[in-house]
Each structure stands twice: as C-alpha cells, then as structure tokens.
T-cell receptor
Framework: SQKIEQNSEALNIQEGKTATLTCNYTNYSPAYLQWYRQDPGRGPVFLLLIRENEKEKRKERLKVTFDTTLKQSLFHITASQPADSATYLC??????????FGSGTRLLVRP | GAGVSQSPSNKVTEKGKDVELRCDPI?????LYWYRQRLGQGLEFLIYFQGNSAPDKSGLPSDRFSAERTGESVSTLTIQRTQQEDSAVYLC??????????????FGPGTRLTVL
C-alpha cells in the first residue's frame, strides 16, 4: 500500500538554527509533494508544493527538496524562530487524486 | 466567504446518538474533502467530492459514516450511532480542483467531536 512517513519524534532546536524535517514515501511515485503547517486547534495551512522535476523550491526562510531516487522530501526552515513551532505535515496526491498526509513532525524552537 | 467554515466547532454527544457536521467550502472550489484527526495523530482521509462525479468514499471507516454535498457548496458528514472511538477532530478542506494540478487544500478549523 502507498505510505508516507514522517518522524514521529518532536524536533527540538535552538532559535536561529536550521530545522530539517524529513518525509519519506513508498510504493508510489508522486508527481509532487505538498507541505503544510498545523498549529494546535487549527486546520493545516498550505506552505509549499514541489514537483518531481524540481530539485528544490524556496519561499522566504523555507526550502523544500525532492529526491525521487531516495523517495524523500526534506523541509528546511533557516534562522528558525519560536513562532515556527508547530506540526509540519507532508502530503501527496495518490493515483485516485486523494491527498494522502503523513502523520506530521512537531517542531519546537527554543528562544 | 473568506475561507472554509465548519459547524459546530465543538460537539459533545452521548454514545449511540447521531451527529451531523457541516462544512461550507470556499465559493468556486469544486473539490471538498473530509478528514478525521485523532489526538496527536495525522489526518485520516474519509471522503472526497469532485464536481458532479461520484464521491470517493474509500476512507469511510464504517457504514455508520456518510456524507453528502449539495452541488458545489455545503457538505454534511453524518455519523450514526456514535461510538467513543469516533471522538476526534473532523476537518473539512476544499480546493479549486482535484487531479494533477497540485492545487493546495484550504482547511476549515474543524469540529471537535466528543462521544461520552
């Protein structure tokens, strides 16, 4: 079955450092991956989309990479701030066009 | 409206009762999705509607769950004979279209359902 996996352990980093979150997928080759941010008590909010023919995508302090050989996407936040603390979800659209989400990784940025 | 809205924001019910959750998508969005999120867990796909096509119900966990959508507007998710394991946040999302275009999903704030 198609699976998308994210590290379930929280990532705890110091303010100013770069946070790197990992998303791995199996048994499917998506045309693109999406990344979302979810704050407690709220619905997810779209951040970035990267297509299979794009190695890297940037938006302000965010950077996403997509390695179709490793079946992996990395999500980076540079110069992290306490306000970046949230759960980050990756997702891909499967062959029947459903958006399949990973379970998310919680990021904690210490001041 | 400005975004996806859901009602009620919170619902407490007794085991065995039926509940109905409502979602108002962004106007013009042809695709609408329902997800379930248990405490500390990821999003579990339930059902999605795309225009006039037959809905994809492959994620509904049992026949106690059903959903309807009126045209390209409001959707209701109904859970019959609720069980305690149905307790979760139910999230609705809409997007311009489904398919390979990669359109982002816009989520509502969710309905927190508690079954006593």
């Amino acid at each position: 079955s198609q699976k998308i996996e994210q590290n379930s352990e929280a990532l705890n980093i110091q303010e100013g450092k770069t946070a790197t979150l990992t998303c791995n997928y199996t048994n499917y080759s998506p045309a693109y991956l999406q990344w979302y941010r979810q704050d407690p008590g709220r619905g997810p909010v779209f951040l970035l989309l990267i297509r299979e023919n794009e190695k890297e995508k940037r938006k302000e302090r965010l950077k996403v990479t997509f390695d179709t050989t490793l079946k992996q996407s990395l999500f980076h936040i540079t110069a992290s701030q306490p306000a970046d603390s949230a759960t980050y979800l990756c997702a891909y659209r499967d062959s029947s066009y459903k958006l399949i989400f990973g379970s998310g990784t919680r990021l904690l940025v210490r001041p | 409206g400005a975004g996806v809205s859901q009602s009620p924001s919170n619902k407490v019910t007794e085991k065995g009762k039926d509940v109905e959750l409502r979602c108002d998508p962004i106007s013009g969005h042809t695709a609408l999705y329902w997800y379930r999120q248990r405490l500390g867990q990821g999003l579990e796909f339930l059902i999605y509607f795309q225009g006039n096509s037959a809905p994809d119900k492959s994620g509904l966990p049992s026949d106690r769950f059903s959903a309807e959508r009126t045209g390209e507007s409001v959707s209701t998710l109904t859970i019959q004979r609720t069980q305690q394991e149905d307790s979760a946040v139910y999230l609705c999302a809409s997007s311009l279209e489904s398919g390979g275009a990669g359109n982002e999903q816009f989520f509502g704030p969710g309905t927190r359902l508690t079954v006593l």
